[in-house]
């Protein structure tokens, strides 16, 4: 008997290289989504953590990779493992609890028994399975877990490339860059929060490479700064960034230029609305070289880093999706601040974040409510295709892939290249 052919054998019609469009149904079909489950998320580099979410031996959380529910945690020789949420005996989670401390880990159901490092350590009444059953064969599934610069990314394929291979070296130069926000601390993960909108994985895979937007969609954020930091993130009209596409499906979104590199300019005016936090950490002994890149590193990186699938570095916070359904993601912004550096800092870091990320912000919840009417409006004309062509008339060529205009879609045209090739199986 002849294999069927693939449903979606004819992916140029899905999405055109040439012609930048995408077909609706990428947003709208089941059958779509759930290949894409299997060819993109369960083949590639998955973000699951950050090193600092881990302080200490036991420490875990819980996260996914595409639908599978996957725990993240570091054993007791300090090795972080990430492991699929699902007891080997008859598959119920073995943990609930989101984030914590813990010794191992058990199956609520029967009382099967695991150690951090996901090996099977005990279960009761072993002797029904007979003498030859083999605990080390019913261990936690194990994914393959690296680490860049604290970033925690974990993979179903064993024969994939190593992680900084994925990355490439101009993604790792603007991760270290994004990582300077410490201000000469580590970074870590100060909090987050989630929550779920009713679109495809794919509508919020665009967003945060899209410039285009920001006038429109965040005019009240735009409205409720002072006229300086205003100033700032006009960079629309002046046109001074550039997005790039870092191959791989990455790309980054550079807004403000003079803040690409957080440790330079240090040598400049203390911006007026971080004077007071300034004196606070004056206060706390720390010497004026310490106080200026500090201050500095408070006000966030000047650029959005979008890595393929599931991750974005967005000015101040790590975003993450997670596809739930064809039409529903969830979505964790994520906190981030200085490990050991002054409280006021990191307590300003939180009052930025919450000013434009937080619930009742002024930028997530207007972003979240276009993403929503953009899986809504996908129900009517759906022969239409969605455009993401703007700014292929003046790209230039870069070392990965072209560059354009801080408002062009090179960064979508970017991360839809490489959905291609892994759907294509390339």
Not at 39 to 56: L, R
Not at 65 to 77: Q, S
Not at 89 to 113: L, M, N
Not at 129 to 153: C, I, P, W
Request: contains cysteine.
């Amino acid at each position: 008997m002849t294999a069927a052919m693939p449903k979606f054998s004819d992916l140029d019609a899905l999405y055109s290289n040439e012609e930048a469009k995408v077909a609706t149904e990428m947003y709208e079909d089941p059958d779509l989504f759930q290949e894409e489950m299997e060819k993109i998320f369960k083949n590639t580099w998955v973000w699951v953590a950050h090193e600092s979410e881990f302080p200490d031996k036991g420490s875990f959380k819980l996260s996914n990779v595409g639908l599978d529910p996957v725990i993240v945690v570091r054993d007791r020789k300090g090795v972080i493992h990430c492991m699929v949420n699902r007891c080997r005996h008859r598959a119920a989670t073995v943990c609930e609890v989101k984030k914590g401390k813990t010794s191992s880990f058990q199956c609520p159901y029967h009382g099967w028994g695991y150690g951090l490092d996901g090996s099977l350590r005990a279960l009761p009444y072993p002797e029904q399975y007979g003498d030859d059953f083999d605990k080390a064969q019913h261990g936690l599934l194990k994914l393959r877990t690296e680490s860049y610069n604290g970033m925690v990314f974990a993979t179903f394929k064993e024969d994939i490339e190593p992680l900084v291979d994925f990355l490439g070296p101009k993604v790792c130069k603007y991760i270290d860059l994004f990582m300077k926000q410490g201000g000469g601390f580590p970074v870590k993960v100060l909090g987050e929060h989630q929550f779920t909108v009713p679109m495809n994985w794919k509508v919020q895979l665009e967003n945060t490479t899209d410039a285009y937007h920001f006038p429109v969609v965040h005019k009240s954020f735009l409205q409720s700064l002072d006229e300086a930091t205003e100033d700032m993130f006009d960079f629309l009209d002046k046109g001074r960034g550039w997005v790039e596409d870092l191959g791989n499906g990455h790309s980054v979104m550079m807004m403000i230029p003079e803040r690409e590199d957080l440790d330079s300019g240090l040598d400049e005016p203390i911006e007026d609305r971080f004077q007071e936090l300034a004196e606070e950490i004056r206060a706390e002994g720390y010497s004026e070289d310490q106080v200026k890149k500090i201050v500095k590193a408070v006000g966030g990186a000047g650029f959005n880093l979008n890595l393929f699938p599931n991750v974005s570095f967005s000015l101040a916070f790590f975003r993450v999706l997670t596809p739930v359904s064809v039409d529903q993601t969830d979505i964790r912004h994520i906190a981030i601040g200085m490990d050991g550096g002054p409280q006021a800092a990191n307590r300003m870091r939180i009052r930025l974040h919450e000013h434009f990320q937080g619930p009742m912000g002024f930028g997530s919840p207007d972003d979240a409510e276009v993403w929503e009417r953009v899986q809504r409006g996908t129900k009517g004309g759906g022969q239409l295709p969605i455009l993401v062509n703007r700014g292929m008339v003046d790209e230039e060529p870069g070392d990965l892939g072209p560059r354009g205009h801080i408002s062009a879609e090179t960064g979508m045209r970017a991360a839809y290249g490489m959905w291609k090739r892994m759907m294509v199986g390339a």
